[in-house]
């Protein structure tokens, strides 16, 4: 049992992010407490065992269990500083849930005391950090001005976090600038990358302006695909041919955009402010509409063989996951692709996703099978091992990710 008074640090929220990111600060000898509402991750976690899929993670838990700076718990302890690492998904109407980072907050509340550090990690909309520090003060108005609040959005990309964790630049925003300095010296403590100060309204905004300035991006070259196969052009060479140019660097299209930031994020920014917010809005719709462009162009591809052949064709949806070589299925285009398919076309449909071995709705086929068996090849995710399929000209293909560039 760590002494309470010895914790320096407690993480709400032992998931994706909070996890590795208490158990890298544990391993640079800070003593850390991990809280999670749920207790299977925590019997986990104490353990010496984690519950989520992450390369060198395994490890490191094992590691700093082991060595006591790191326990997980149900509830928080007195410590000198609190992270807030919960998820912050948005609601039907696309405005943020931050109803965990709130329950997060109450949690610790009744722990806080003079000079503590208090700081959201979670993505969160503009001003979050402000109604957090407005909460803590209405049920601890003693503490006013006497504990400092932070914001500081994490950048990391699964699959490279440890590494990432300690490397990476981080942006730090406190309510006041006395909160922006304690904050940068605790994350100094372990992180080697460069710590940048600023206020929180902009370090929230700043994880939200990184992720739209992706999807908008995007949005161009998708809008860009679909202006080109109007024009009978093809995009992939037209974009290499444009970024020739010294200053121009188009990003490649795709079936949509998913994933649990990038199609998430934006929306943060719109639904608060949607008179200003023209351009990121429109990216988000045009990046959701080429979804369902490319299945509307499956559909109807499916439909003209049927005529043609007096027989439906069996059509292969080539990946399911939100973007290549991964195995992540979340707000993934090519999911959204194939169910449409599944349900709007009377195709037989074979289902591909070479990083995952079964799924629950879709009963998956080998990928060199599927696609020797179909009329109908949709590319939906350029994943590496689709790249050597060699092209069997009796085959209609519907390149969607630029496998036949
Ligand atoms: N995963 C990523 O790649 C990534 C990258 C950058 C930012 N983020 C942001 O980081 C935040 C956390 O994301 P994640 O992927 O780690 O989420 P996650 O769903 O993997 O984990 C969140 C954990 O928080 C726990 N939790 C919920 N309410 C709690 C509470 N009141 N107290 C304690 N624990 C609680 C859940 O049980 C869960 O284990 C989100 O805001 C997300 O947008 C995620």
């Given at each position: 049992m760590i002494q309470?008074?010895?914790?320096?640090?407690?993480?709400?929220?032992?998931?994706?992010?909070?996890?590795?990111?208490?158990?890298?600060?544990?391993?640079?000898?800070?003593?850390?407490?991990?809280?999670?509402?749920?207790?299977?991750?925590?019997?986990?976690?104490?353990?010496?065992?984690?519950?989520?899929?992450?390369?060198h993670l395994g490890e490191l838990v094992k590691k700093v269990i082991e060595s006591g700076q790191l326990k997980a718990a149900v509830k928080p302890q007195i410590a000198n500083a609190y992270f807030i690492v919960v998820p912050t998904p948005f609601k039907q109407n696309h405005r943020a849930d931050i109803s965990y980072v709130e329950s997060a907050t109450r949690m610790v509340i009744p722990y806080l005391k003079a000079g503590d550090l208090f700081v959201i990690e979670s993505t969160s909309p503009v001003m979050t950090t402000e109604k957090m520090a407005a909460l803590i003060w209405k049920e601890r108005p003693e503490l006013k001005d006497k504990i400092y609040i932070a914001y500081c959005p994490e950048r990391v990309l699964p699959g490279n976090v440890i590494y990432e964790l300690e490397h990476n630049d981080r942006v730090i925003?406190?309510?006041?600038?006395?909160?922006?300095?304690?904050?940068?010296?605790?994350?100094?403590?372990?992180?080697?990358?460069?710590?940048?100060?600023?206020?929180?309204?902009?370090?929230?905004?700043?994880?939200?302006?990184?992720?739209?300035?992706?999807?908008?991006?995007?949005?161009?070259?998708?809008?860009?695909?679909?202006?080109?196969?109007?024009?009978?052009?093809?995009?992939?060479?037209?974009?290499?041919?444009?970024n020739k140019h010294p200053r121009v660097n188009i990003l490649q299209p795709g079936s949509g955009v998913g994933g649990h930031c990038i199609a998430v994020d934006p929306?943060?920014?719109?639904?608060?402010?949607?008179?200003?917010?023209?351009?990121?809005?429109?990216?988000?719709?045009?990046?959701?509409?080429?979804a369902d462009w490319c299945a509307n162009r499956v559909i109807e591809t499916a439909r003209q063989f049927e005529t043609a052949n007096g027989r439906e064709p069996v059509v292969a949806c080539m990946g399911l996951?939100?973007?290549?070589?991964?195995?992540?299925?979340?707000?993934?285009?090519?999911?959204?692709?194939?169910?449409?398919?599944?349900?709007?076309?009377?195709?037989?449909?074979?289902?591909?996703?070479?990083?995952?071995?079964?799924?629950?709705?879709?009963?998956?086929?080998?990928?060199?099978?599927?696609?020797?068996?179909?009329?109908?090849?949709?590319?939906?995710?350029?994943?590496?091992?689709f790249y050597d399929i060699q092209k069997d000209n009796s085959k209609i293909e519907l390149d969607f990710c630029g496998i036949r560039k």
């Amino acid at each position: 049992m760590i002494q309470k008074q010895n914790i320096d640090a407690v993480f709400m929220g032992l998931g994706y992010i909070g996890l590795p990111t208490a158990a890298f600060a544990a391993s640079k000898g800070l003593t850390v407490l991990g809280v999670d509402v749920n207790p299977t991750v925590v019997e986990t976690i104490n353990r010496g065992e984690i519950h989520i899929v992450e390369p060198h993670l395994g490890e490191l838990v094992k590691k700093v269990i082991e060595s006591g700076q790191l326990k997980a718990a149900v509830k928080p302890q007195i410590a000198n500083a609190y992270f807030i690492v919960v998820p912050t998904p948005f609601k039907q109407n696309h405005r943020a849930d931050i109803s965990y980072v709130e329950s997060a907050t109450r949690m610790v509340i009744p722990y806080l005391k003079a000079g503590d550090l208090f700081v959201i990690e979670s993505t969160s909309p503009v001003m979050t950090t402000e109604k957090m520090a407005a909460l803590i003060w209405k049920e601890r108005p003693e503490l006013k001005d006497k504990i400092y609040i932070a914001y500081c959005p994490e950048r990391v990309l699964p699959g490279n976090v440890i590494y990432e964790l300690e490397h990476n630049d981080r942006v730090i925003g406190g309510i006041n600038p006395e909160s922006t300095q304690k904050a940068i010296e605790f994350y100094a403590r372990f992180v080697k990358g460069t710590l940048h100060p600023t206020n929180a309204r902009t370090a929230e905004m700043c994880k939200l302006t990184e992720n739209s300035s992706r999807d908008v991006q995007i949005a161009f070259a998708n809008e860009l695909s679909m202006i080109c196969d109007k024009a009978g052009i093809n995009v992939w060479e037209l974009i290499a041919l444009a970024n020739k140019h010294p200053r121009v660097n188009i990003l490649q299209p795709g079936s949509g955009v998913g994933g649990h930031c990038i199609a998430v994020d934006p929306w943060f920014i719109v639904s608060d402010y949607p008179e200003q917010a023209q351009i990121i809005k429109r990216s988000r719709e045009t990046n959701d509409y080429k979804a369902d462009w490319c299945a509307n162009r499956v559909i109807e591809t499916a439909r003209q063989f049927e005529t043609a052949n007096g027989r439906e064709p069996v059509v292969a949806c080539m990946g399911l996951a939100f973007k290549p070589d991964i195995d992540d299925l979340r707000e993934s285009p090519a999911k959204y692709i194939t169910s449409r398919i599944l349900s709007e076309s009377n195709a037989e449909v074979l289902v591909v996703e070479p990083n995952i071995s079964e799924h629950k709705t879709y009963n998956l086929t080998e990928y060199r099978e599927a696609y020797q068996k179909a009329d109908i090849v949709a590319w939906l995710v350029g994943h590496k091992p689709f790249y050597d399929i060699q092209k069997d000209n009796s085959k209609i293909e519907l390149d969607f990710c630029g496998i036949r560039k």
